[in-house]
């Protein structure tokens, strides 16, 4: 059983930076994909970035903005957050998918979430 803890969200102004943390235990860290999902209210759950062993991969909407990476000593997933706009105003949640080699964007393929951590962006 894996257990996933996300902190480091908040309130920002527009075009500023956060960076999220997801704290992990219980699991063999560094062989874990490891997922950034969001989901602003009135909306489905959509994906953000997501890092394995075979490299990152990331949404349009956030390319060029976010940076996702990992410390496998600390067994942390971070989400570097740039250029903040109002639209990036959501819930956000990590993931950690312990069943494949390659990030995958579906959140049915994750199989542990954490509780998620507002992040919201004021214009």
């Known amino acids: 059983q894996v257990q996933l803890e996300e902190s480091g969200g908040g309130l920002v102004q527009g075009g500023g930076s956060l960076r999220l943390s997801c704290a992990t235990s219980?699991?063999?860290?560094?062989?874990?994909?490891m997922g950034w999902f969001r989901q602003a209210p009135g909306k489905e759950r959509e994906f953000v970035a997501a890092?394995?062993?075979?490299?990152?991969t990331y949404a349009e909407f956030v390319k060029g903005r976010f940076i996702i990476w990992r410390d496998n000593a600390k067994n942390t997933a971070y989400l570097q957050m740039n250029s903040l706009k109002s639209e990036d105003t959501a819930v956000y949640y990590c993931?950690?998918?312990?069943?494949?080699?390659?990030?995958?964007?579906?959140?049915?393929?994750?199989?542990?979430w954490g509780q998620g951590t507002q992040v919201t962006v004021s214009s």
């Open positions: 993931a950690a998918d312990q069943q494949r080699s390659r990030a995958s964007s579906y959140s049915r393929d994750y199989d542990y």
């Open positions: 890092d394995s062993r075979s490299g990152v």
């Open positions: 219980g699991g063999a860290f560094s062989t874990l994909v």
